[in-house]
Structure formats: C-alpha cells, structure tokens
C-alpha cells in the first residue's frame, strides 16, 4: 500500500509547492474517515461463504432458465460429457485419436505386467485395469489428454500398504479380496470428493511435496525392480532403501543371475536410448513409445530360443487368458477388512486424484479448454468402483502415457477407448505369448518409465524460489526413499500444513518511516533514506490477525515500542513517543481474539500514556471493530484511512519541520 | 490500500484542475517502478526466521556485554526469579500477601478435598498438590498473581483419561501410580515447551475453543457432582450428559437421599447468595471467598451433632494424617503404563498450560508486567516435575482462586507461600477434623466454583463478532458435553485449524472500479458508483498466494475475466477486454504453486489476447516474481506500482472520457 501512495504522493509534491502541500494536509477537511460496510444479512454471507467454499465454480450456471427437457439433457451431458462433444466427432479427430490409443496401447501392454508385480498382483490384473477403467473414463471423463489406467506410483503405495496386511503369496486369495475392497473404497472416496465439492482438499498436497514423494517413490520402484533385474531370488518385502540394499550385497555373490543382468542392461540401454532420441527431436516421441513392446517382443522371442529359463532366467509363465471376470462378490462389505480396505482406499485414491488432476490441468491449460476438478473426481470415482467389481486394482492418469497421447495428437477420450480395445484383444488372444517374457524386461521397462519422475529441474527452482518449499519437497523425498511410502506422505502433508501454520503464526510486522520529501511511510529497514518521525512509532503487521498470531502480533508491537523508547532515551533532546500507529493495510480479517490481543495492547499503551492509533483497516476488520465496539473504545477519531493523515493530524509539528 | 491511494489523489482532485491531472497521470516520468529488495544472504535469512518463531521476545537480551559474573547472577535470577524481586520485598507487600494468601487458603482447602474427587483419588492428594507446587512457583514463577494448585477441569480431564485405562476402586494403587506418571510428564511437556521456546503451541487453542471447552467441562463437572449432591450410590463412569442423566433419573425413586439433599442445597444457595454479594460489591470480595470454609465448618459440625451419616448422608470419612509422602518410586518409567501415562500427560499438561498462561496474561496485562511465557511453562513444569515425586497430582493456576488473590491484594508469589504454609498446617493438624464433612457439600462447593466458567457473555460476544469463532465454541461445548473432555478438546482444535485453513484456501477477490472523479480503485460492489474501466478488469486477491488456494486464485480470476466478457459481448459499443490488472497489495507472500497459478494464469490469458499486468507486489512477492524469471515472462513494464498507474498507461482513452 505504501507503493501506492507514495506514487500518488509523490505526484502532489512533484506539481505543488510544498508549503500548500503541508496547509491541506494539515487541514482536517481533507481527512477521509475509514467507511464501515453495510451490515451483511447472517443468512446471505453464510451461503456466500458456503458458496465459494464449495461452488466457486458455479457449476450449475448452465442450467439457469433452461426448459425441462433442455436441463435433462444438460443433465445427462454433464455427467457423459461424451454426449457433449461427441456429437461434434469426425474422421479427422477419429485419425488422430486411433494413432494416439495405438500409441499408448503399445506403451501400457508392458507397463501393466509390470506394475501389477508392483502391486504384488498376477500380470493379468495390469491388463484388466487398463481395459475396464479407460471404457468407463472416455463416457464420464472431461479430459482429452489425460490416458487412464495402473501406474506406478499408485501401484507400489497399494502393494506396500495391502502386504502390511496380508501375505501375498500365502494369502494370496484374501490379498486379492483385500485389494479389490481397497480400489472400491478409493473410487468411493474419489466419487465423494467431487460430489461433495471437496476437490479442494487435494490442494493440499502441495506442488513441493507432490515433487519430492515423486521422485522417492521412483527411487523406490527402481530399487524394487533390481530383484528381477539381477534375477535375485529371495528379496526383502521393505521398501526402504536401507533394507533392499541389504539384501542386494547379500545375495550379490551367489544370488545373481549374469544370464538375466545381460539381458536387462542390454534392453534398459536400448530403452534409455529410445527415451535419449525422443528427447532430441519431438517428432520421434514415438520412438520411446514402441520401444518397450519391441524389446518385449524381441527379448521373449530370444528367451524361446535360447530356453534362456533354463538358466534360471526367471520369466513371466502364465499369464490367465480372458478378459476381466466379475469380481464383485470379492469385495469385503463386513469384517476388519472393510476398515482396513476402506483406509488403504482413501489413501490409494487421494494419491491417484492427486496424479490424475495434475494432468489434466497440465494438458488443460495447453490446450486451454475448462476442467471441472470435482467433476472429473466423479468421473475416476465411478471408474475405479466399475473396476472393483471387475477384477481391476486403483487405476488413474498415468503422466509418461499422458504426455504420449498428447504427443502423439489426441484428439478426444476415444484415444483411451482404442487403447482399451487394443488391450481387450490382448486378453483375448496374445497373452499365452507372453509366457516366456523375461521379468528382466519389465524391470528395464520400470525404471525406464519411473526415471523420468525425477524432476531434478523441479527441485532446483524450488530450491531457489522458496526454501521452505524446498525443505517439503526433500522431507516427502527421503521420507519415501528411508522409511516408507506412507510416511514419506505423511511428512510431506505434515510440512506443507507446518508452513501454511507457521505464517498465520508468525506474521512479519514492519517499523516503518518517512521516505524524505514525500508523504509517504515505508519500511526503514527496507528504505534506509527513510526517518523516524519524533514522537511516534509507526508498525504494520502483514498478515491476518488471529487466535494463532494475535499475541505475538501484540507482544511483538510492544517490543519495538520498547526498543524505541529505549532509543529515545539514550538520545537527546527526544521527545518521548506518544502515539503508535498500526498500518492495517495488509490484515485482511481479524478474528475474536485478534481484537482481544487489540484491547490488550490498547490497554497496555494506555498505562504508558501512549494513543493507539489505526491505519487504514479493510472494511471486514473495520466491521468486525464495530461490532465488538473497539472502535468507541481507542475512539472513532483514532482510525485514520493512511498513515499520512494520522500524523498530519496528530503530530503536525513534523510537517513544519520539512524543508 | 485503496483507501489511501483514493484519500491522497483525492487530494489531487480537489486542488487541480482535472486536466491537469490527467495530463501527469499519463506522463510515463512520473510512473514509478517496483522496487526488489537486495537479496538476502541465505543463512541471515533463515536466523532471522528461526529467531522470530522462537525467540521472538529475545530472551538473552540483557545478557548482552555483562561481566561472566553478572551473566552468573542474571542466570540465577532469570530462573529463579525470586531473587530478583526478593531483594525489593518489604513490610507493606508482605501485608498484602499475607492477606490474600490465608483467603486463598480458605477457599482452596475445600476444593483441593473436592477437586481430588473428580481425579478419583483420596482427598489428601488435592491437598497435597496445594503444599509443594505453589512453594516451587513461588521460587521459578514470573506471575504476581496467579494462584496454584490443582484445578475443575485438570482433575476432571485427569480422572477421566486414567479412568479409561485403570480403576480407580479396584486397581487403586496402579491408578495412583498412573496418576503420578502422568503428572511426571505432564511436567516433562511444560518444561520442554518453555525450554525449546515452543509455548506458541499453546495458542492453537483459539479463545473460542477455550471459551466452549471451559463452559462444557463446568457442565460436566456440575453433572458429576449429583451423584454428593443427590447421594446417589451406583452412579455411572462415564461423563456424557445422556449417561449421567440416565442414572440420575434411573435412581430417582430410592436412590436419592433426602437429607443429603436438603444439606447441600442449603448451603449451595448460602454459597451462591455469597457471591451474589461479592458481585454485588467488589469490597466485599471475602465474602465469597470464605464461604466455602465456612460451610464446611458448619456442615460438618452439624452432621457431627446430628449423626446424619447414619441417615446415609455420605460423609468425607477420613482424610490421611500429614504431609506429602515421597512418590518417586510409584512413577512408571517402563512397562505400558509408561506410554499411557505419557500421552495422558502431555495432554493433561498442555490443558495446565493454557489455563495458567492465560491467566497469567490477564493479570500481568492488568498490572502492566511483562510476562515470558516460555519461562512461565518451565516453571509450571519443574513444580509438576517435583509435584510428581511428592505425592501430588497435575497442578495449574486457577481462575477463580488468583481472581480472589489478585482483590485480596496479593503483591508477590509470596501469597503462594502463605497459602501453602496453611495447606501445611491443616494436613499435620486438621485433616482428622475433616472427617464428618459429608460429600454433599464438596458439591455444593465445586458446582459453585466451576458454574462461573460458563461464560455466556463471552460466548454471545463470539457470535456478534466472528460467527466462525462461535461455532468452534459450540463444537468444543456440546463435544465435551455430550461425548467426552477429550472429544470435546479435538473437536475445538480442529475446528480452530480448520478455520485457519478456509482462509488460505478460500481468500476473498474482488473487482475493482474507479471511484468517478479520483484516480481510485476500488470493490465495486463495496462502491456500486465506482464504474469499470472499459476494455480493462482489476481484480484484487485478499491473501497470500500459497499452493493450497493457488489453483483456486487462477481459476477464480479467469471465472471473472469470463463473467467480465459475457456481460462485454451482450452490451453494445464495449471494447473487448485487453488488459486484466491483479492488485497484489494484500498478497503478503507466494510460493512456488502460486507462481505456478500465476504462469498458469499468463499462458491462458495469452490464449485469449488478454494482456496480464500486476500492480503493486509487495517486497517478498518482487522478490520471488525475480527469482522464478516470472517479471521476465510479463515483462517488467508489465507491473506497476499502482492500479491508477497501470490504467493510465495501458488505457489512456479513459482518462481522455472523463468530464
């Protein structure tokens, strides 16, 4: 706010003699009292309130005065938006989007064997949410970009929190149960969180976390893919780095399979090189693309011959043909499972909305076309409930597959429907072919995807912008790589909460002082040239005033009088402080006990024969000072609207004083 | 911010002709640039912080350049601060204290008997807790009036979170061991709060939750009390209304004792009459203040003569002969127990805290002394601590009893002393005397002492002032109410985070109008003749920009450039909108996500050929702008140190418009 008035300050001196300059503001007639807003009816400011808390996006304006009918069909379009944009569908869109499905078709047939390892499920499973979810997305989903189905991310947070809780192997049965129950209880969260409007609350997995929890989680998976990498046989079930290390070096002199590090560095070099080249020129994304059905196609076709297994290559055996049978009697709905279910969901599905929203408003913003966020939570909601009852584990937006499709010209959600055709055919007749796929391969191709989920970039800027943001991003990071994936979560929210708290907590408050020959109040430390004015002791606080800060705000602003008075003190020949005025420009509201620490520190200053004096307060503080009549307590005539007019007023010995 | 711009160009108007102004006000020379502060040296930056949130008060300021020895004694003095106004102690305080000490004593004698009750333990151990933790304040403590010893709601939270865990009857010396394990570290987190500088902790507990949690726990305990007042034998363990009242009702008909009744509700009405008369009269403060001693001396003479304890008027029996055994022994520091006693601890130690701060506060702010929280805690814990190896249970300041100490004129801690000078006397000579008192009239006392928590002034003064306060107030209320204390507790702080959370999440925008004849910006639909600069929209955020409401902020601003166009395409003549101007005067600061929106928000605006311009960044926002090469992406002629200025640049014809 100084800015401001200074500029406009400054203008005055600049075409005005300086004596007129101190006769006006010196006379009271120009002095603006602060206005206090009309009374709001409780009931309207409530659902004002309620309203942009949860509909800032007026979701329904469409629908005002339309006919019956015409709101069903808007009805039935806002929740299948394919009847929306489908009917502006043509060949040149359907090229488009049959070259991208095909794309990411071949991309996700070898990511999904894999994550599902990584989710400690049968391959098969990794095909069927890449079949299911995407069918029911491309009729509810907004996004034309975004490409649906298992990733890696989700998949490791899933397989981690189920095997805390069941065994994989020996239990396999209740494991699977288990993680149907936890996709249906994550689709349900999801579908809650966009019906209710709670989209917001994923906000809150700040974009430093989302940074840091990414990359440990890729840290993670790499390390969890050397067990089919070296071809290690008995491998920790940790995640932390520490333990996986461990039992790498143990098994490293009798445990390793040279037959299988061949392979795999062979075909990760390959991958790596593809990803280098697709990297180097845009127009060859779809090098990478193929590149791992090509190593699977070429890597298993070389195990047949070679009978490679033989020598203790392990492959992928059997993959169930067919395509997803019904899973829905599966799910626990009694017994502590459905509480364990229920929780491992809510969390695997904030994760997935997390990633998913992230895409779609990545793409979104390129393309520049709207995305409804809790729309688009109904839409992964309904899918992932569809998928538990289908033998599909938590599916969302995968990035690496995202960015294909859009690379690859995406024109609509039929990309994602081409893909799932892709798929579905596949189960139906391909996958006995996978028998003799080296696990080696999957391995290649999981780091090689996950790799990219290192934003070192990301966290330089981080670095260098905000520190605390920073200190977010490498706490989610070494949470995820030392401890776990839950935890690394957990600290990650932890330090993003910690920091919005820390700033209501400990606003920073300004001494601020008179820039020379203008009217104009800044902060000294900032403006050297800027002086004191004798007498009075100016501070702005830069924040809201609540429960949280308005007894440091208070004991704060006492200090530096304390310190002034001190000063004032050891010079000489000045005058004692008599007034303190609080620059109000920057608090924003103020709550009950904001105006408690006030009359506290109101009468503190009294006791000192010091007048309280306020600055321009907004008109919700000014209305809540009304209300709690603080404004007749320090008196009506001590709210200036600047801190100009305060002193001027109240100490116009300082205005004669100018040169 | 706009207050002032408007009061000083106001100014302006008022003096020139208008031409003249608009003259200037297009002149580029007198357009001021944003300025962006030098950059800070990393490590300075992250001290200050650190310095700020903990040692805000600057607590080693007068060690600063003092000889080794006067550091010695300063040392001395800063923890035991009796040294320090000790040697200032004269007659006239002693007076004063003297007084005020055997008033306190008289009042806390009878509800340490009956506080004691509600932690379910003997009566000695309230009395216990009255002798040694006021002695060790009086010596640490920084408070003149703050009166120690236990209190309502500590033993109430005490009594039910031990009872949760052991029983009070029949695992009687586990529960007192617990109890001593409790107060152990109770202790412990008072210390360790005020040792690492951490008291800010405490101010999470928002006045509006205390308010609730104070008036709900003084139901509770109420409640509790029917069981003396009715002379109920079977009454319920739990402390929710609807159990209580149940038992209540349940024993109406042959439960209820009719003689215990008439003698607790006569002297319950003698009590209330007396603080009528205190109220009434403030000289009479004494009145109230001996009652309590005074009823119990009557009463319980009067059931010595009468025998009514053979009518079944239950009476205090006996109360254990002389002072504090050690309890060093009894503490757990292994075993399960450790962990419970721990949690309850920190939970019943927090509680102590907040009820002995903020007393602390009040009073110090009446005096006008300045009192060091963090100090304040360390010596409430050390007390604890030691309070915990003698017998006693959790103690804390009490409202009611300092209220009495600081009219009865205490000057010093001394009081404390005195008070526990008595408290000594009565448990090596008086207890036996005790042993006639009936039950009923601890009731009687305790019912009166908490009914003055229910504080419905405050409560209705949270609803005139912030309607948000009021609920947290309620939810504490009715939580502690109808559930638990504990219950009771989460639910006011979460509510309070809650609160603070919505603010971030949701900040207010606005769009700006110029106010007709001045060069000012303001809410149009605060100022509905402030009119909107055609082919421009100014709109203001209310808050720092952070990732939890970054997204929201974009999205809200492109919501009314959209609104904005619409009402453009529908009016004839319009000039479509190019220039979207943020005032950013009240965005104290941003992060990484926020610079994110912003980007997010330029790459949008490009699409649609809006020019983005920002007016007036504060400090740390230019700062940040700077360091992400985000002042770069707009340009930096594209952020102006007003509205007013950027307007005149862009959209010179308007000033041309003008009458």
């Known amino acids: 706010m100084d800015h401001s008035t200074e500029e406009a300050q400054t203008k005055e001196m600049d075409i005005r003699s300086l004596s007129s300059s101190h006769r006006h503001s010196q006379s009271e007639r120009y002095i603006h009292k602060v206005g206090v807003p009309p009374k709001q009816n409780l009931f309207k400011e409530f659902r004002e309130t309620l309203k942009e ?181 008995k491998f920790t079930k940790k995640s932390d780095i520490i333990s996986v290390m461990h039992s790498v070096v143990a098994s490293a002199h009798h445990g390793w399979n040279w037959q299988t590090i061949a392979i795999g560095a062979s075909f990760l070099s390959f991958l790596l090189f593809a990803k280098f080249i697709g990297k180097k020129n845009k127009k060859f994304f779809w090098v990478p693309a193929i590149a791992p059905l090509i190593s699977v196609i070429l890597s298993t076709f070389f195990v047949y011959i070679t009978r490679a297994d033989k020598q203790g290559v392990q492959i992928v055996k059997n993959i169930k043909k067919g395509i997803n049978p019904s899973s829905v009697n599966e799910i626990y709905f009694s017994g502590d499972y459905l509480l364990k279910g229920f929780r491992i969901g809510v969390v695997a599905g904030m994760i997935g909305l997390t990633e998913a929203i992230a895409i779609g408003r990545t793409f979104a913003a390129m393309k520049d076309y709207q995305l409804d966020g ?114 690394g979560l957990l600290i990650a929210v932890s330090i993003s909460f910690a920091k919005i708290l820390l700033q209501v907590t400990r606003p920073r408050t300004a001494i601020l002082g008179k820039v020379p020959r203008t009217t104009v109040y800044r902060n000294i430390q900032q403006y050297p040239e800027a002086t004191k004015v004798p007498g009075v002791l100016i501070v702005r606080v830069d924040s809201a005033i609540y429960f949280s800060n308005s007894n440091y705000v208070k004991e704060r602003i006492l200090r530096w009088l304390e310190d002034e008075e001190e000063e004032v003190k050891a010079a000489t020949y000045q005058p004692r402080i008599q007034f303190l005025i609080v620059e109000m420009s920057p608090v924003t509201d103020i709550d009950t006990s904001g105006i408690h620490a006030l009359e506290g520190l109101h009468r503190s200053l009294e006791k000192r024969e010091v007048q309280l004096i306020l600055a321009n307060p907004g008109p919700v503080v000014m209305d809540k000072l009304h209300a709690s009549s603080f404004t007749s307590l320090i008196g009506e005539d001590n709210i200036f609207l600047t801190v100009a007019d305060a002193v001027s007023s109240r100490a116009p010995k300082l205005v004669e004083e100018q040169p």
Chains 1, 2 share one sequence.
């Open 374 to 487: 809790n729309k688009e939570m109904v839409a992964l909601g309904a899918m992932n409930v569809v998928g538990s009852m289908t033998s599909c584990y938590v599916a969302t937006g995968s990035f690496s597959r995202s960015a294909v499709n859009y690379m690859a010209g995406c024109e609509t959600a039929v990309s994602n429907i081409v893909m799932s055709c892709v798929v579905f055919l596949t189960l139906e007749f391909i996958t006995p072919l996978f028998k003799y796929t080296p696990n080696a391969i999957l391995a290649s191709i999981i780091i090689n995807a996950v790799i990219s989920l290192i934003d070192i970039g990301a966290a330089t800027l981080l670095w260098k912008i905000d520190k605390f943001d920073f200190v977010a991003c490498m706490g989610a990071f070494f949470g995820v790589v030392f401890s776990s994936v839950e935890i």
């Open 53 to 233: 808390t949860f509909f800032a996006d007026d979701p329904l304006r469409p629908f005002k005065d339309q006919s019956r009918s015409q709101k069903f069909i808007l009805g039935i379009q806002t929740i299948f938006p394919i009847f929306e944009w489908g009917r502006k569908y043509n060949l040149k869109k359907l090229r488009g989007d049959l070259i991208a499905g095909l794309t990411i078709a071949s991309l996700c047939i070898p990511q999904d064997i894999g994550y599902a390892k990584l989710a400690n499920l049968d391959p098969q499973y990794g095909l069927y949410s890449s079949f299911v979810p995407p069918l029911i997305y491309a009729f509810m989903g907004s996004s034309r970009d975004i490409a649906i189905g298992p990733v890696a991310v989700v998949s490791l947070l899933l397989g981690t929190m189920l095997q805390n809780e069941l065994d994989p192997i020996n239990e396999k049965a209740q494991y699977q149960r288990l993680a149907f129950t936890a996709t249906f209880f994550a689709g349900i969260t999801q579908v809650t969180l966009g019906f209710f409007r709670l989209g917001f609350l994923i906000d809150f997995l700040s974009h430093a976390a989302i940074v840091g929890f990414m990359g440990g989680a890729a840290v993670t998976i790499a390390l969890q893919q050397l067990k089919g990498f070296l071809g290690i046989k």
